[in-house]
Structure formats: structure tokens, C-alpha cells
């Protein structure tokens, strides 16, 4: 996986880059990286890269030259198919299905707006979708984009190094995660879950499953519209909705 930042401000990537599992995995060789910045590709001396509105209004609009030029540039150092997403509140909502969809790409590049949005005209020509990461807004797309690469490189075959930690996370199955305990056995008084000191592997399974079942249901019940469920989550589900109609 070839990822690039088109951003004005490359070196927030580092939180990626030098922190954590994505950090380790660059280093690794498990993915590459690298930016451009737009304002290489300012065609006027003074590097502007954004102006004025047109029909009004405040703030500053990112131009379309310097961004198609960079989006251009990144495109041509890509190996095979690449795909440029914007990061903006109008985009598609991510989710796990499109963040596991993304982590079949070769080469992603995102482009990060930033001041009050870019040339529409950039969108439309040179942009493959728009992905949104929440219902909000922030200053620029250069967070959002990180959240992004983080979830789409937790899903690359060896990044997380147990493999079986991508799997557990919440939605891999559409589920909400269920309960952690660590040591010691006992904080504040308050004790770990007996089961989850039994060592019977297929109690503690169907313990897990049948939290996440709780926990979904009464905080994203949602999220199982629409879901098939296994005969052991119709079994769990239906002792759950027996026992919350008493
Ligand atoms: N919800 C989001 O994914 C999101 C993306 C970008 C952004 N801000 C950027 C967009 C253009 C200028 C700042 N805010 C929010």
C-alpha cells in the first residue's frame, strides 16, 4: 500500500509515520508514504495557493491549479491504479466495509483541504470520491485523512503483527467490542468477570459474543439491521431480548 498526503502541512503526518503500529509497519515496509504539497505548484512567485471566494463570503477557497498539478505529480508515482480521495463533511461516510474496501487498493492518495474547502472543479475532474469521517467539521482534511490511513493499514496482512486483533475489533464482525480486563484480578474493590478466569476458551468465546450483543443493542441497535446472524448470536439475542422484556 503506496499512500500520499496532497497537504499543506506534511510533516502532521508524523503522527502516523513515527508513532505506534503504523509507525513500526512503515518502517517495516509494510506500507510506504509520502506527501506533496500544493504550494510546490503555486504558479505565481509569491506560492498562493488559495483566494477569495467567488459570489462572496468568508474565507479562502484552495485553487484548482496547484492542486490538480500536485494531484497530478502524485498520480505519477504510482505503480498500477491509484485512486485520490477528499476528505470533507460531504462525503461518504466511512465505514468498516469502506475502510476494508480501501485496504484493497495499491495506491491511495488523499487530498486535504483546508481554509474553507477547494475549487469544486478539482472535485469533479480529479477527485474519485469524497469519504467523510463524521457528521462535523474540522480545519483541515489532514486529520481526518490519518484516521483514515490508520484504519485502512490496522486491516494490512501483518501490521498489527496478531493479525487476530483486526478481526476483534468492533464492526470487523458488525459489532460493538465487547469488555477488557487486565491485571490485577481485582481493582477498586471490583472483580474481573469469573468466566474470563475459567480458561474454557469456548465459554469465554460466547462470553465476548454475547457482551458485544448487549452492548450493540442497547447503544447502536442499528447496527444489526439488516445483519445475518450466526445460530449462536440468535441464541444469545434471544436470551438478551427475552431477558430485557421481563
Ligand atoms: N468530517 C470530515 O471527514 C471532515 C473532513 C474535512 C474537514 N475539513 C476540511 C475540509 C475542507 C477544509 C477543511 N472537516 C471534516
Not at 465487547?178 to 475459567?198: I, K, N, Q, W
Request: overall charge negative; some cysteine; proline content about 7%.
Amino acid at each position: 500500500m503506496f499512500f500520499q498526503a496532497v497537504t499543506l502541512f506534511p510533516e502532521m503526518f508524523a503522527a502516523l509515520t513515527e508513532h505506534g503500529v503504523s509507525g513500526r509497519a512503515l518502517r517495516q515496509g509494510l506500507w510506504r508514504f509520502d506527501t506533496v504539497n500544493p504550494r510546490q505548484f503555486a504558479d505565481n512567485r509569491l506560492g498562493y495557493i488559495d483566494d477569495r471566494p467567488f459570489g462572496g463570503g468568508p474565507g479562502m477557497i484552495m485553487m484548482a491549479a496547484p492542486l490538480q498539478a500536485a494531484i497530478g505529480f502524485a498520480r505519477s508515482r504510482c505503480q498500477g491504479d491509484s485512486r485520490v480521495v477528499y476528505l470533507s463533511p460531504q462525503g461518504a461516510p466511512l465505514t468498516h466495509r469502506r475502510v476494508a474496501a480501501l485496504a484493497q487498493q495499491p495506491n491511495l492518495i488523499l487530498l486535504c483541504g483546508r481554509y474553507e474547502g477547494v475549487d469544486e472543479r478539482v472535485l469533479q475532474t480529479h477527485v474519485d470520491e469524497e469519504i467523510s469521517i463524521g457528521d462535523f467539521v474540522v480545519s483541515g482534511g489532514e486529520l481526518p485523512a490519518m484516521m483514515l490511513m490508520d484504519a485502512v493499514l490496522r486491516l494490512l496482512p501483518d501490521v498489527l503483527g496478531d493479525s487476530r486483533s483486526a478481526e476483534q475489533d468492533s464492526f470487523a464482525d458488525g459489532l460493538l467490542d465487547c469488555p477488557h480486563y487486565t491485571r490485577p484480578a481485582e481493582f477498586d474493590g471490583m472483580p474481573v468477570p469469573e468466566v474470563l478466569m475459567s480458561g474454557n476458551h469456548a465459554k469465554i468465546a460466547e462470553w465476548r459474543l454475547e457482551q458485544s450483543l448487549r452492548r450493540t443493542l442497547s447503544r447502536r441497535p442499528e447496527l444489526l439491521d439488516g445483519r445475518m446472524f450466526s445460530p449462536q448470536e440468535a441464541r444469545l439475542l434471544e436470551r438478551i431480548r427475552k431477558e430485557q422484556a421481563n
